[in-house]
Structure formats: C-alpha cells, structure tokens
C-alpha cells in the first residue's frame, strides 16, 4: 500500500521577517419494556460510529513561529479521523480547528527536543542554527485498514542564538510554509510592523521608541504575509500588551479579543480580507515602572485558506469578549518608553524656582 508523504522543510530568517459510541447499559430493558418498546427500533438504527467525510488532502500548512510550530492538515485526510492522526507516532494531541487538524509544537528548546517524538539537529559553523523535525502520522491499530497511510514530515529550522536569548531575535517575524499539489509550494514571511500612519506605507525600524511626551499618540499595527497566493488571508485573533517579552504574564492589557477591540481606542481596519490585517491603538505604559521601560504588544494570528473556509469574523456585536484559548501562533514587537520621569521634572522645577527667588 502506497504511503502518502509530504515533507516540508523551512528555514526561519531573522532577518526577514464523534466515533459517537451510544452506549446504553440498559438495551435489554429498552427492547421489553412495553412503554420503550417503540424506541427500539430507533435505537438499533442508530449508527455505532459517524465517519468523517474523507477528501484527498495534499495539503500541510506549517508556521514557525517564534516561539511555537503549528501544522495544519485538512480535517478527514485520506478519511482519516483527527484521533487516528498523531504527532511523531506518539502523541494524540491534534484539535479540530475550522477546517483543519492542528497539531502545536509548543516548546522549542533544545533541552526539551523529544516533545512528541520532535528530533533537533545543531548545525555548527558561523551561523549555528538548530533544525526541529517531527511528523503527523495516520495509526490505527484495527486488524484492517482500507485508508491510505499518510505521513506529513515538516522541519523548522532556527538560528542558535535565538534559542540561547530571544532578545537577540526578531520575534515580529514567522515563517509560514504552504505545500498545495494543485497549486505548488508557497514559503511566506509573516510579520508585524510599526506603520508612520494610517495609510501603513511606510514601517518603522525596530526596536519601536515612544517618548513619554507622546503617550496616548496613536500606533498603527500592520500584520502581512508575503510570499503566499491571494486565497489565504492573515487573521488577527488576539493582542494584549505586556511589560516583560513574556506572552503569558499576568500582568496584561487586552486589546483585541476574539477579533474584536477590547480597548476603547483600538480600531481594526482590515482583518482576515487579504494577505494583511491593520489597526490602531492609542499608545500607554505600565504604571509603576522605570522611567525607561518596555511595553511588548503580542499578536495571535493565524493563516486562513479563504477557498475553503469562511475567514472574516462575524460582527463583533454579536460576539462577546470573553478571553479563549490561543491556537494560532504569537508574534511579538518591543516598544521602549523613553522620556524624563515626573520626579526629575519636578526635582527641574524646584530648583528653577530656587533660582528666580535668589534673583529677587
């Protein structure tokens, strides 16, 4: 029997960018019970297992986030079912996204390089780099199978400095990886970007500096993927802001949740339409911090095939904003506060008074 294999193998720049079972303990009684008796024959119709329409899946999308590999298949592959596919044989960890089986690679760390049979391979020279492997599988230990075997491999491949100090690594950049037979191998960079205005022409140069006279000024966000056919579409999920480079402090200020604004001042301009998404937000810092000090604003976007899926979020009124779990990837960007603190303005303004009362 022909195994269907797909290999995809990316290289992350720094630079650029229901077998629903019913199941009554009590059918005897359901078949003799004269008030049941009518249901039985229902019962027996039942189905003991609902298959997922297959469809012929040539198909793998992989991003290499910074922090994160998220692979995507399209959901019944060769009819397979999302608890008959496994992450490196092992783990049966793949969620049913829309449209999609995905299966998250969450920690890239060389110490931790057997997360579900995930291989690494340190590539010494002047550019050390690291390259993480790993595999979705089709397993079934039935004593027949009439699916056709899959296995999807896909590497990620990523600067060794990185892994050592994520500061020395550009975190608004992604690399996204589509293998389509029918369309042909896609490699695209996605990232985040500082944009000088609304009309997102012009990006600004990393790291991103505001002056503390200019708090509450207006900061314009463009997320673009570039290098990927006009059918998938970038959607912004999520944004919160942190005061450490870490997405998951508590310490945090929601801006865009489920898609939609969270914070009185953001406005989102263009999301899940094309291969970019904007918006707005009205700058701010931390209280209690540094006179210099750091805010990290954390986006959650995924890739959308908008041939085969809905991609744009419904109206926001219609949705609420409670906070759901992240399943897409997370770009980061670092805006640094700069500017003199109230205490030193202070400490200006008294001895100037000091000074004009030593004139009089």
């Known amino acids: ?49 609902l298959a997922c329409s297959p469809q012929k899946a040539d198909y793998v999308v992989v991003s290499c986030f910074p922090n994160t590999i998220i692979a995507n298949v399209p ?3 060769y009819g397979w079912e999302l608890e008959q596919l496994s992450l490196g044989g092992v783990c049966y960890t793949g969620i049913h996204s829309p449209g999609y089986y995905r ?16 291989q690494s391979e340190y590539m010494p020279g002047k550019d050390p780099k690291y390259i993480f492997y790993n595999s979705i599988v089709s397993n079934d230990t039935s004593l027949t199978v009439r699916n056709q075997p899959v296995n999807y491999t896909f590497s990620c491949m990523y600067r060794a400095a990185y892994l050592v100090n994520n500061a020395v690594f550009s975190q608004r950049v992604a690399t996204v990886y589509v ?15 500082v944009f000088t205005n609304s009309k997102f022409l012009y990006a600004k140069d990393a790291p991103y500096t505001i002056d503390t006279s200019e708090i509450g000024s207006e ?29 998951t402090d508590r310490k945090r200020w929601s801006l865009i949740i489920n898609s939609c604004p969270a914070d009185n001042t953001v406005t989102v301009f263009d999301n899940a339409k094309d291969s970019h998404s904007t918006f ?13 000090s750091t805010v990290w604003l954390h986006c959650e976007v995924q890739i959308c095939d ?13 949705r609420s904003l409670r906070e759901v779990d992240l399943s897409g990837g997370i770009l980061t960007a670092e805006f640094q506060i700069k500017g003199t603190s109230l205490f030193m303005l202070l400490l200006v303004l008294m001895k100037m008074c000091d000074l004009n009362a030593g004139q009089w």
Request: a positive charge; glycine letters at 6%.
């Open 280 to 292: 707005k937000f009205n700058s701010f810092r931390f209280q209690r911090l540094e006179k210099v």
């Open 219 to 247: 900061v314009f966000i463009g997320i673009e993927a570039k290098g990927l056919s006009n059918r998938f579409k970038v959607v912004i999920n999520n944004c919160w802001a942190t005061p450490t480079p870490y997405p």
């Open 103 to 118: 299966f998250i690679i969450p920690d890239l760390t060389p110490k931790n390089h057997s997360y579900c049979g995930t």
């Open 306 to 318: 908008g041939e085969r899926l809905v991609c744009e979020p419904s109206p926001c009124s219609s």
């Open 1 to 49: 029997m022909k195994v269907i294999t797909y290999q995809v193998s990316i290289f992350f720049q720094r630079f650029t960018f229901f077998n629903t079972v019913f199941c009554f303990c009590d059918c005897l009684y359901f078949l003799q019970h004269p008030t049941m008796a009518s249901f039985s024959g229902l019962l027996l119709m039942l189905p003991v297992v």
């Open 75 to 77: 959901e019944c592959p």
């Open 179 to 193: 293998n389509n037979g029918s369309l042909g191998t896609f490699r695209s960079q996605l990232s985040m970007n």
